[in-house]
Every structure is written in C-alpha cells, then in structure tokens.
C-alpha cells in the first residue's frame, strides 16, 4: 500500500549537476544526483528503531546509518582504510576536520556523485558510517517506517495543510529537519531525529512545567555534537501535538542541554518524506491519529538483584568491563579513542551497565542496548554476549 502521496514531474529522471569541490565541507550535498525510477530499498531497524541501509561506496558495500537529525556524511576510520581513501585536514570556521574525498553513493537506484565524508574514529553500534539529510538534497526521501523501506523518487510535496504536511521551520542552528510541536506552555520548533531515541526531548529547565507520573529515571547519556548529559525520562499528564496527530500521556527525555527533539519511538509510527527544495515534510500514520503512550516501566536496578560484580571484570575481544566506586563499566577498546580531527583524539565513553538479572543487563544510556555474561560449568564468568543493532548476539571469550 502506497501511502506517501506525491506530485510527481512528468520526467522522471533526477540529475542535478554542480561544480565539483575536492574536500569540499563534508556537510555539503552532492554535487551531482542521478536517480532513473522510484528506488526502495530495506531499512535495517536496530532495537531501538534507528534505521541503517546498505548502500555501495566507491564499489565497496558498507553499512550506513541514515539520519534526518544529521546535516553531515562521515565514515569510520576502519571503512575508510578499506576504502583506500587518503585523509586530508579541512577547516570549517575555526576547527580542522579529517575529510576523504568519495566518488560516488549507491543507494539502491540513486548515485550521489562528488561528496566529502567527515571520517570518526568511533562509531560504536553505528556500522560504517552515518548518511545525513543533505545526501538526498535533490531527491524525495521517505522513511517508511511500518513497512521498513527508504524510498527515494523524484517529484515534489503538496502544499503545507498543518496536518499531514507541515513546514520545515528551518530555525534550528544546524538547518536539520525541525517542525512545530506544542505540549503544555511550550510551543515551538523540534528537530526529526531519526537517530535519537524516545518521543521527545525538552530542556530540563520546562520540567515544573509538567504534572509528572510515576517514578523520574535518571540516564545518563552521549551525544554526537552536545557531548555527556544527563536525562530526566518521565512520562507526563498532557498532550503533544504535532501536525494533525497528538500524543497522549508521551514520555519526555528532560536534558541538561537545549533544544528539543524528536525521537525514534514517535517517528517509528510513520511514513516521513522529506521534500528540501520546498522545505516541506510530510507525516503520514494509518488509523487514529491519537497515539496513546504505554505506560513507563522505572529504569532502575532491582534492589534483590546481588552478585560479586567484581567477577565481570576483564577483557573479552574488543571490549574492556570493569567495576569502579560501585557501579560496573563496558567500554571499547579497539583503538579506544574517537578522532576530533588528524592529531586529537578522546577518549571512547564508558557505558554504564544497569542489571535486569543474575548475569544480565542493559546499557544506561541506551536501554534496550542488551549485555550477558556466560559462565562455564564451574561456574565461573568465561564470555560476554552482546545484542548488536542486527538483532544478534556477538559472543567474546574472557581473556583475563
């Protein structure tokens, strides 16, 4: 069932061509769009529904998270090495980047030729890279989120009606997608974020603005451009409205940051199409446009939940556990840094570990994010199992 509805031009080629610019800023569009039909291609969804593509780069295929909430394409450093591509430093503003010259994207039927990607050197669960919103500057792009599909086709949205398509707003300081949302005394722009978890996320200076229920869970958290901060997540007694839809009783992400986003768990119910040369954005849900929140489960460790945590400590593969003033620890350890640009380099984060079980727990920043020890017969802490974004284990051995 087509659900996105589109006034198509009568060519159906796309090609858009523009000056090519070697490292030119890699968040910049492409400098030349060709795209011959409608093109759908699989979302791969992880657990907390951030969808990820396999897309062809330079010939190689490689796994690239795709996100509204992005203004830039980046790479990993291992993806690059396998690529072959040589590093240069760029300067934005102020700041020296690593930027690689790509040729070309495929994704699916679209080529985007003549783009720089920024490279990282850590990109955790994120795969190979991250596509951002300006990649598909010169084409529609919808997240088809019920059905799992990215389609990409040519053509242009309907006017603006407030209900199921609604204004790029345009305020937001990075120019990603934002749209007006309201809840409460609040009114006001909110960024699509397709790579961001939860409903919504405000200012933690709005929260006595709310009547709160239930228990507050305190996260704490790593964002990609904000850094560490920390979240209030409590589920409160109003609506958010957005477009012609509403979201009753909705969970808020209260962080010490600002801005404000929109997450994954409301963006999973649609269909997203982005129109850019219009700065119009559809959103599109079968049934009611009510949407009612389940009610929210506390974070919190379980106080009848003991064992020696002591004896999770060690080395498995690429991954370091470790147990510190109370509390235990899962960092990374290949490389064990992320590259801000060619001579600096930070340290990766240490996630904190919440038990669920005996030899069972879930990440704090990200809960659904699942880890298990396995023992052996003696009893003894011999592998760690991970649940990576594709839904499957990732089993290492103990090494010490």
């Known amino acids: 069932m087509r659900l996105v509805r589109i006034t198509t031009f009568l060519l159906s080629l796309v090609l858009v061509n523009r000056t090519p610019v070697f490292a030119q800023d890699f968040?910049?569009?492409?400098?030349?769009?060709?795209?011959?039909?409608?093109?759908e291609i699989d979302l791969q969804l992880d657990a907390q529904g951030r969808p990820s593509v396999i897309a062809r780069v330079n010939g190689k295929d490689l796994s690239l998270r795709v996100d509204l909430g992005a203004n830039a394409f980046v790479l990993s450093e291992e993806a690059v090495e396998e690529l072959g591509l040589p590093v240069i430093d760029f300067e934005i503003g102020e700041q020296r980047f690593p930027v690689v010259e790509v040729e070309e994207i495929n994704v699916g039927e679209a080529s985007f030729f003549g783009m720089s990607a920024g490279v990282v050197g850590f990109l955790g669960d994120f795969g190979d890279g991250l596509i951002g919103y300006p990649t598909f500057n010169d084409v529609l792009v919808s997240f088809d989120f019920p059905n799992e599909k990215l389609i990409l086709q040519s053509g242009e949205?309907?006017?603006?009606?407030?209900?199921?398509i609604v204004e790029w707003i345009g305020e937001d300081i990075g120019r990603r997608p934002d749209i007006l949302v309201s809840i409460g005394e609040f009114k006001g722009p909110a960024v699509l974020d397709t790579q961001g978890s939860g409903w919504l996320k405000l200012p933690d200076s709005l929260i006595s603005n709310y009547e709160i229920m239930g228990p507050i869970d305190t996260i704490a958290a790593m964002g990609p451009t904000l850094g560490q901060m920390t979240l209030l997540r409590a589920q409160v007694t109003d609506t958010l409205f957005i477009g012609g839809y509403n979201v009753i009783n909705p969970?808020?992400?209260f962080r010490d940051k600002p801005g404000v986003v929109i997450g994954s768990d409301f963006l999973n119910q649609f269909v997203v199409t982005l129109d850019q040369k219009n700065d119009r954005i559809q959103l599109l849900k079968s049934g009611s446009t009510a949407i009612e929140v389940p009610k929210k489960e506390t974070l919190s460790r379980s106080s009848n939940l003991t064992t020696d945590w002591k004896e999770y400590e060690g080395t498995y593969g690429n991954r370091n556990v470790f147990f510190e003033n109370g509390n235990l620890y899962l960092q990374r350890n290949d490389g064990n840094t992320i590259a801000t640009s060619l001579n600096e380099r930070v340290s990766t984060p240490r996630l904190l570990l919440v038990q669920d079980a005996v030899d069972e727990f879930h990440l704090e920043v990200i809960p659904t994010a699942k880890v298990k020890f396995g023992r052996n017969k003696q009893g003894e802490?011999?592998?760690?199992?991970?649940?990576?974004?594709?839904?499957?284990?990732?089993?290492s051995t103990k090494e010490n």
Do not use: K
């Not at 492409?30 to 093109?39: D, W």
């Not at 949205?157 to 199921?164: F, K, N, Y």
């Open 27 to 39: 968040t910049s569009p492409p400098t030349r769009t060709l795209l011959s039909q409608v093109s």
């Open 157 to 164: 949205l309907p006017e603006v009606d407030h209900d199921r």
């Open 251 to 253: 969970i808020i992400d």
């Open 381 to 395: 802490v011999t592998e760690l199992h991970v649940l990576n974004p594709q839904g499957t284990w990732e089993i």
